[in-house]
């Protein structure tokens, strides 16, 4: 589940940016409009939320939802702002906003606001998501491979759930390094070569313990596929 954080101050930001890739999210941060618009041609339609502060350097962000909702762009959006005049409010949710959180602002706050954002479009993720034996607990942050009645919940990390998600929404599918890459890790970040591969071999030895056969092959030359 990947997030756009538009957002000038950078000490909020990265507060901000660790608190959801705790929750399980992957955030692309932006520092001003023009970087966040850039992001938004690059990968819109893999956000499922964008959280956009009002006062921007280079364009702002009301003028980002703007240009968004003139675009067709139905990404929903957080306004962030210290305005907080019923005059301020009205001002962003005509922009195009869909909430608006005044800072200061708590991170619960922030993380329902998401919840309740994904809830009323078509890519909310269920509590679970089951494909074949496998289920896929998001509260949890657990996968469990229901046939074996011996099994147990197995505990991953973060990357390895956003990971393993991406193969059970794609199962049968050759998914190739760059797709996978650009699904799971932060537009900004420096991957090493390799990290598809060792996140991968981490994710197989989980399902090793889940007494998960399938498993995901490695299609030489093209990508990985997840086998349901």
Known sequence: MRLLLVEDEPDLAKAICTSLQEHGYVVDWAENGQI????????????????????????????????????LNPLPIIMLT???????????????????????????????????L????????????????????????????????????????????QLLEYFMQHPHQVLSQDQIRLHLWDLADECISNVVAAQIRLLRRKLAECNYSKGIDTIRGLGYRFNA
């Open 36 to 71: 966040a618009w850039d992001y938004l041609e690059i990968v819109s339609n893999h956000y499922i939320v964008g959280i956009i502060d009002w006062m921007l350097p280079k364009r702002s962000g009301l003028e980002l939802c703007k240009l968004m909702r003139q675009k």
């Open 82 to 116: 210290a305005r907080n005049s019923m005059a301020d409010r009205v001002t962003g949710l005509d922009a195009g906003a869909d909430d608006y959180l005044v800072k200061p602002f708590g991170m619960e706050e922030l993380l329902a606001r998401i919840r309740a």
């Open 118 to 161: 994904q809830r009323r479009t078509p890519t909310f993720q269920p509590p679970r998501l089951q494909v074949g034996s496998l289920l896929l607990d998001y509260g949890a942050f657990t996968v469990q491979n229901i046939h074996d009645l011996n099994a147990v919940p197995i505990v991953l990390t973060a990357k390895e759930f």
